[in-house]
């Protein structure tokens, strides 16, 4: 029943990480489709720049702190 427990938590854990992925390539993306459209509004940039800069931040801390705890998804 363990083990059944810990796959499940490596899965959503998993899972988390592939969506953070996702949406941290795809704010890049309308970063750099922002820049090349219109250098002159900045609409798209700054959407881009806020979702990434939230997301690195969070990667950051999170990176951080499964460090610390050494609890990464590899030793699971």
């Known amino acids: 029943m363990e083990t059944l427990y810990e796959l499940c938590t490596w899965f959503l ?3 988390v990480y592939i969506i953070l992925t ?3 390539i795809s704010s890049l ?11 002159i509004n900045k609409k ?3 959407i881009g720049g806020i979702i990434f800069s939230i997301i690195a ?4 801390y999170w990176g951080i ?4 705890e ?3 998804i590899i030793n699971i």
């Open 57 to 60: 931040i969070n990667a950051i």
């Open 70 to 72: 050494g609890d990464l």
């Open 29 to 39: 993306l309308i970063m750099i489709q922002g820049i090349r459209q219109h250098p």
């Open 13 to 15: 854990e998993a899972l």
């Open 65 to 68: 702190y499964f460090l610390i």
């Open 22 to 24: 996702v949406i941290t």
């Open 44 to 46: 798209y940039v700054i």
